[in-house]
């Protein structure tokens, strides 16, 4: 459901507000302590920013995929540790239980999820189960009316402070690919559970991940993400969620692509060099030029995708065409921006080393720019048989 234009005009701009006044400030430090300060996080969840796309009934703003978006291009003009913070409650994390979820299970989890007092995070990757995520060896085993989980999972955002771990395990021993795989919800405090050390990432500092283990973790029945009925059907749901989650992606590349053009403008205009601002050098003006043209098509394609979700398309391959488009595009405009900075731009102060460090991720995770290329090809390929009755 839309919010109301004004009352989402007054969230945008009070969003737009806190980017610039609280978080920006902050990029320096988080980037050097490697934590987003807690006063941040407080504030985060006073603002509803936990809870943007969880639907008004849990707790949540419930904003349609456009607005979200929306919200996304704005946080992408600071380091992107900040929204991670936010990202899995809004996406990964929250996303299984709204899409595929019983109501017992979205009224036990969305409220706090909602409130940022919980923390979800997606236990899907594993150490030898990365691209090919069906080929996870996460087991659930059952054993009465209960499953017991073993199992590493690795790379997992936000692990080290989630309250709820979303586990896709193997119910079915016999099978080896994504069939046979059931999403759990599991309570991170349970026995058995510990998490490893934080990853010591290239960029993204603020932002943790680290390998999660499940040692004979039991949990009921009930915690498979849908119900019983859901037993074997918990791949589906990750890409489902997937699919979303990438979109959002790409709308923060837009946005980390807008705030690093502004910065190199505001940059070229200031620096002079042979006599007059480098701004006035057609070679500058060119990279400029580039990066605006590719920055506006990425915002299009986000828009233009959110709008056919809101509209109840499946936007699988659009959101894979985003993804692999805005990632791409933002690491060149990255490298871009230190190229018209220069030596500044190589050196920590400017930050724009920063953010060339952090965007390289986005390239990487919710599915690798090549996992995007299979996603669009085969489904281009399944339509286009459909359409001449071949399959
Ligand atoms: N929406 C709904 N269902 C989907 C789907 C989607 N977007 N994509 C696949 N499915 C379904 C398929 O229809 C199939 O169901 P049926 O067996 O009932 O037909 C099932 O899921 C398995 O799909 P598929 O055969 O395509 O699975 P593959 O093992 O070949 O893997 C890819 C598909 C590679 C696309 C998948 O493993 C993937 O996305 N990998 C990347 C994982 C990733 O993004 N990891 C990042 C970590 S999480 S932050």
Do not use: W
Request: hydrophobic share 40%; with cysteine; net charge negative.
């Amino acid at each position: 459901m839309a919010l109301d234009p004004d009352v989402f005009g007054q969230l945008l701009d009070a969003i737009e507000r806190f980017v610039r006044e609280k978080l920006r400030p902050n990029e320096a430090l988080v980037g050097e302590t490697d934590q987003v300060p807690p006063e941040i996080i407080e504030q985060m969840r006073e603002m509803g920013l936990f809870g943007l796309a969880i639907p008004e009934t849990y707790g949540g703003l419930e904003l349609t995929l456009s607005e979200e978006i929306q919200v996304s291009f704005l946080l992408g003009k600071t380091s992107p540790a900040f929204r991670s913070m936010i990202g899995t409650n809004n996406g990964i994390g929250s996303q299984g239980i709204i899409i595929d979820g019983t109501e017992e299970q979205k009224t036990h989890y969305l409220p706090a999820m909602a409130s940022g007092q919980l923390v979800g995070s997606f236990c899907l990757t594993e150490p030898e189960a990365g691209s090919d995520a069906g080929s996870l060896r996460t087991n659930a085993r059952r054993d009465g009316d209960s499953f017991i989980i073993n199992g590493t999972k690795r790379f997992i955002t936000n692990a080290p402070v989630a309250g709820l771990f979303t586990v896709f395990a193997r119910t079915d021993p016999d099978s080896r690919t994504a069939a046979g795989i059931s999403a759990f919800l599991v309570d991170a405090d349970l026995p058995g559970i510990t998490l490893g050390k934080k990853d010591r990432k290239m960029g993204q500092q603020g932002a943790h991940t680290c390998d999660v283990i499940f040692d004979n973790v039991r949990v009921p029945q009930s915690a498979i993400l849908g119900g019983p009925d859901f037993e074997g059907k918990g791949f589906v749901t990750a890409m489902k969620v997937l699919d979303r989650g990438r979109l959002t992606i790409a709308g923060v590349c837009v946005g980390v692509a807008e705030r690093l053009i502004a910065d190199c403008l505001d940059y070229a205009l200031q620096r002079r060099q042979f006599g007059k601002p480098i701004a006035e050098f057609q070679l500058v003006q060119a990279m400029l030029a580039d990066m605006k043209a590719e920055s506006f098509a990425a915002r299009c394609m986000v828009e233009e995708t959110a709008r056919r979700r809101d509209a109840g398309q499946s936007i699988g391959t659009e959101a894979a065409c985003a993804k692999m488009f805005c990632s791409e595009m933002v690491g060149r405009v990255a490298d871009k921006a230190v190229q018209i900075f220069g030596g500044a731009g190589y050196v920590a102060d400017s930050g724009i080393e920063r953010f060339y460090r952090d965007v390289r991720l986005f390239r990487i995770y919710e599915g690798t720019t090549q996992i995007q290329q299979l996603v669009i090809a085969r489904n281009m390929i399944r339509d286009a048989k459909r359409l001449n009755g071949l399959s």
